[in-house]
C-alpha cells in the first residue's frame, strides 16, 4: 500500500471513530434529559395515603387539601429537633392541613421509645394523645417508667386507669402494628414524613414544611 492510500485510510477511520463518539456522546445527553425530565414529572414515589394513616393518631382538618403523616420516636433526637417545626407548622395551618402520628420506636437505638410510645396510646384511651405527645418530646431525656406516670399525673389522666394500660402493655401490639407496617414500606429512620404520599425522610424546618405545604396547597 501506497503512503498516500495508507495515510487516506488512516483519515477515514479516524473521522468515522469520531463520529461514533459524537453519536454516543448525543446519545447520553439525551438519557440524562430524560432521566431529568422523569425525577422532575414524578419526583417521589408515593404510596397510598389511607394505608399511611390507618390507625395514626390525627388532628386537623379531616378533609384537608394537605396530608401530613409522620413516622417518629419519641427518644428519637433528630425527632425532638422536628417537634418545634411541626408544631409551628401546625399550628399556623391546622384549619387546612391534617397531621397523622405513626410510631415508629427504634428500640435498638432508643431504650425507652417503645413504652413512652404505649403511653401515648394510654392516654389516647383517656382523649389526651396529644397531651402526652407534647410531654415526651418536651422531656426526651426524661423517660422511664416512672417519668411515664408522672406525666400521666401531670396532664390530669386518671392515674390507675393509666397505669394499668401501660404496666399490662395494652397498646404494645399496636406500636408494634405501626413499627411493621414502617418497615414493610421501606423506612429505616426518623422522623420520616409523608406529604400526600410522597415520603421525605430527613429532619425538617418549620420553613421547609411550610414551603411544601404552600406548594400542596397552590
Request: aromatic share 12%; proline share 3%; hydrophobic share 40%.
Amino acid at each position: 500500500m501506497s503512503k498516500l492510500k495508507e495515510m487516506k485510510k488512516q483519515k477515514e477511520q479516524a473521522e468515522g471513530g469520531g463520529m461514533l463518539y459524537t453519536i454516543l456522546a448525543v446519545l447520553v445527553v439525551v438519557a440524562g434529559i430524560a432521566v431529568v425530565a422523569l425525577f422532575l414529572l414524578n419526583p417521589r414515589p408515593s404510596i397510598d395515603l389511607a394505608k399511611l394513616e390507618a390507625g395514626g393518631q390525627t388532628r386537623g382538618n379531616e378533609n384537608a387539601k394537605v396530608s401530613i403523616v409522620e413516622f417518629s420516636d419519641f427518644q428519637c433526637p433528630a425527632c425532638g429537633q422536628a417537634y418545634p417545626a411541626v408544631e409551628r407548622a401546625f399550628s399556623q395551618y391546622s384549619d387546612k392541613v391534617k397531621f397523622t402520628y405513626r410510631h415508629f420506636p427504634l428500640s435498638s437505638l432508643h431504650p425507652y421509645a417503645q413504652k413512652a410510645a404505649e403511653a401515648s396510646e394510654c392516654a389516647s384511651e383517656q382523649r389526651k394523645f396529644w397531651e402526652m405527645y407534647d410531654k415526651l418530646f418536651q422531656n426526651q431525656q426524661n423517660l422511664k417508667i416512672s417519668d411515664l406516670k408522672q406525666y400521666a399525673t401531670d396532664i390530669g389522666l386518671d392515674s390507675a386507669q393509666f397505669n394499668s394500660c401501660l404496666d399490662t402493655g395494652k397498646y404494645a401490639s399496636k406500636v408494634a402494628s405501626d413499627y411493621s407496617f414502617a418497615l414493610s414500606i421501606g423506612l429505616n429512620s426518623t422522623p420520616t414524613f409523608f406529604i400526600n404520599g410522597e415520603k421525605y425522610a430527613s429532619v425538617m424546618s418549620f420553613d421547609q414544611l411550610k414551603a411544601l405545604i404552600d406548594a400542596k396547597l397552590g
